[in-house]
């Protein structure tokens, strides 16, 4: 049962719309949170609660330039969501 909570937490970070198009938007290009924040049309604190799901969850990784966070996917979704689907199967 424990697996499954797991899963299930894993994939409700992919569940978000604005979590999603994040991913979207950082597979071709590296962006801060500003910049992600006028695309997406959102403010700032909520764009960066979002990259904190995502960093956790181990899609996204941040790079640190003076003041700046920049983030970019660290992995490649289509595996992360099958290895999630392959761990759940496990159970």
């Known amino acids: 049962m424990e697996r499954i909570k797991t899963c299930a937490q894993r994939f409700h ?8 198009q994040i991913l979207l938007l950082l597979q071709g290009q590296e962006m801060c949170v500003g ?10 604190p909520t764009v960066s609660y979002h990259l904190k ?12 330039e003076n003041t700046w966070n920049y983030y970019s996917v660290c992995t490649d979704l289509r595996s992360w969501v099958n290895h999630e689907i392959d761990h759940l199967l496990q159970a």
């Open 35 to 44: 910049q992600l924040a006028e695309v997406l049309g959102v403010n700032q």
């Open 13 to 20: 970070v992919l569940a978000d719309p604005i979590r999603l």
């Open 53 to 64: 799901r995502l960093h956790r969850a181990g899609l996204v990784e941040r790079r640190a």
